[in-house]
């Protein structure tokens, strides 16, 4: 079995872009409908509907037109990490309920999770997980507990074994046998994330097929995302939040293929922030993306000059969220705005079962890049 733990990592860590305008929370927020949030996905993978966005301009489409809106030589760039059986139940030695959700494995037997009960564990506490697991609380990083499990079976057994697919708070129903296999991309093949990088979920092989048939390559990076991905923004001032830390990897190949891209005349389309976030991290300090691993805590806000995407495919993201602060730096407030109204008013399918939308990049002053 392939062990969730990877290898050190280089601490980079990068705080918020510095820009001219200061934004509050509330510029963040926006009225959702319940209803519009997706429960389950459609029937298809590549049945969903899709919205381009242009600067302004705002088209209808979907998800299976997207060939025919992008170009030969553009390159799709792929987030391969797979999500894991993170979250497990059981009691403390007092007997009150406890769910525990790992953060990160980091090791055979030790991990990093949040731990929900009625009153957190204390270090030394036994939590009692049921089938013979018990985990030993260790002692807290931040919001996290470190954990140390003592059953005799490798951590990554575990939580295949034992563990639920950890869908998001506002999934109302527990994960089933058939989320085991949509709440996954169909490409997914490094174990370690607690979330799904969503905007890959509308992937089937035949649409690989098909762009690549249309000269249209795609390479891929590992980003394992965390549990801090649902963490809301508590600060009014955008400014005070500090993003949690994720673990990345980017392979030769890929930065081959988006040196080969560009070369060509072609652009590089990130599939999701994560994918975003692990091409931007990594180009921060040089202009342009390197091979290698890393961390980063990479908060992306309006006014952030992005050097490695040109185009971003991702789903709708929640009212107030780090990754709607994201989306609107790449397309510009306004146009976020507008876009998200639309979303609303045609009632597209938001999160992470949801509809998905096509940007294209705008630049600082509002103009557009590609």
């Known amino acids: 079995?392939?062990?969730?733990?990877?290898?050190?990592?280089?601490?980079?860590?990068?705080?918020?872009?510095?820009?001219?305008?200061?934004?509050?929370?509330?510029?963040?927020?926006?009225?959702?409908?319940?209803?519009l949030i997706a429960q389950f996905p459609a029937p298809v993978r590549s049945a969903s509907r899709l919205l381009h966005v242009r600067g302004n301009t705002l088209q209808d489409r979907q998800f299976a037109e997207l060939p025919q809106l992008l170009a030969p030589n553009d390159l799709l760039v792929l987030n391969d990490t797979r999500v894991i059986k993170a979250r497990l139940t059981g009691t403390k030695a007092s007997g009150g309920r406890i769910e525990v959700l790992i953060e990160r494995v980091l090791d055979e037997n030790t991990a990093l999770a949040q731990v929900r009960a009625s009153h957190s564990p204390?270090?030394?506490?036994?939590?009692?997980?049921?089938?013979?697991?018990?985990?030993?609380?260790?002692?807290?990083?931040?919001?996290?507990?470190?954990?140390?499990?003592?059953?005799?079976?490798?951590?990554?057994?575990?939580?295949?074994?034992?563990?639920?697919?950890?869908?998001?708070?506002?999934?109302?129903?527990?994960?089933?046998?058939?989320?085991?296999?949509?709440?996954?991309?169909?490409?997914?093949?490094?174990?370690?994330a607690?979330?799904?990088?969503?905007?890959?979920?509308?992937?089937?092989?035949?649409?690989?097929?098909?762009?690549?048939?249309?000269?249209?390559?795609?390479?891929?990076?590992?980003?394992?995302?965390?549990?801090?991905?649902?963490?809301?923004?508590?600060s009014e001032n955008i400014a005070a939040h500090r993003m949690h830390s994720e673990r990345y990897y980017i392979p030769e190949a890929t930065v081959e293929a988006i040196g080969v891209t560009r070369a060509a005349g072609g652009r590089v389309v990130c599939v999701g922030t994560t994918s975003l976030r692990a091409l931007e991290a990594s180009a921060a300090a040089t202009?342009?993306?390197?091979?290698?691993?890393a961390e980063t805590a990479l908060f992306i806000t309006p006014g952030f000059r992005f050097r490695a995407a040109d185009l971003l495919l991702t789903n709708f993201h929640l009212p107030?969220?780090?990754?709607?602060?994201?989306v609107s730096a790449f397309a510009g407030m306004h146009n976020m705005r507008m876009a998200y109204a639309h979303a609303?008013?045609?009632?597209?399918r938001f999160f992470s079962y949801g509809d998905c939308m096509l940007i294209e990049r705008m630049g600082p002053g509002g103009e557009h890049e590609v």
């Open 287 to 293: 202009g342009t993306p390197v091979a290698g691993a």
């Open 194 to 234: 607690v979330a799904a990088p969503t905007a890959g979920l509308h992937f089937d092989n035949a649409m690989l097929d098909s762009l690549q048939t249309a000269g249209i390559r795609h390479a891929f990076v590992t980003l394992h995302v965390g549990a801090g991905t649902f963490q809301p923004v508590r």
């Open 320 to 326: 107030k969220s780090t990754l709607l602060m994201l």
């Open 344 to 348: 609303i008013e045609r009632r597209y």
């Open 122 to 192: 204390v270090a030394g506490s036994t939590l009692n997980l049921g089938h013979g697991i018990e985990a030993k609380v260790e002692g807290r990083d931040g919001e996290f507990f470190r954990l140390r499990f003592g059953s005799g079976r490798p951590l990554a057994e575990i939580i295949e074994q034992e563990g639920e697919i950890p869908l998001p708070p506002y999934i109302t129903h527990h994960a089933d046998a058939a989320d085991e296999e949509r709440y996954q991309t169909v490409y997914a093949r490094a174990p370690g």
């Open 1 to 35: 079995m392939q062990r969730l733990a990877m290898p050190r990592f280089a601490v980079l860590r990068f705080t918020i872009s510095r820009f001219t305008m200061p934004h509050s929370l509330a510029d963040f927020d926006y009225p959702l409908p319940p209803e």
